[in-house]
């Protein structure tokens, strides 16, 4: 009884928390802090050469890390721009997919073209379709798909590097 109302307690924080993490559905940039109360993985494991490959999900094939961990696209970002719209409190939540050199880093079973932009921690951050690519802090094992539709602005990409929903 006791865990049942601890993790009621958790999971009804975590919505409240995410309830923050979004903004306006328009392009233009937005200042207000995209956070939520989780706490983020340690990014240390995800500045590598990630080999971008894919997966069976619920959601039908989608791309993930050389790790199995799930990356997202964020509507808030301009597919094909030339930087990220994920600063601060939001980048904490959603890093960045990084590679170690501008060079985009090597894909398996991704049809969408790969590329790399300048990350706003000044990292090379990794793109699909033109779109910059992020982990969810929330997914704790490969193949979690916590962050799909978050706010609805956070999504799953197939391997031709579209969106799944929205």
Not at 77 to 82: A, E, H, L, V, Y
Not at 134 to 159: C, H, K, M, S
Request: proline letters at 5%.
């Amino acid at each position: 009884m006791k865990l049942r109302i601890i993790t009621g307690v958790a999971v009804a924080a975590l919505a409240v928390a995410l309830s923050g993490c979004t903004s306006p559905a328009t392009q233009e940039p937005v200042d207000d802090d995209t956070s939520i109360e989780t706490e983020a993985p340690e990014t240390e494991s995800m500045e590598t050469d990630a080999l971008l490959t894919t997966t069976d999900s619920d959601l039908g094939e989608i791309v993930v890390d050389a790790d199995g961990m799930t990356v997202y696209m964020f509507d808030n970002d301009t597919q094909g721009g030339d930087s990220s719209s994920c600063e601060g409190a939001c980048a904490t939540n959603w890093p960045a997919v990084t590679a170690d050199s501008d060079d985009p880093p090597v894909a398996e079973g991704i049809d969408g073209e790969i590329g790399t932009i300048e990350g706003v921690d000044g990292k090379t951050q990794v793109t699909l379709n033109g779109w910059p690519l992020y982990y969810f802090a929330g997914d704790e094992a490969p193949g979690d798909i916590n962050g799909q539709g978050v706010n609805d602005v956070w999504w799953v990409l197939t391997p031709a590097g579209e969106k799944i929903g929205g």
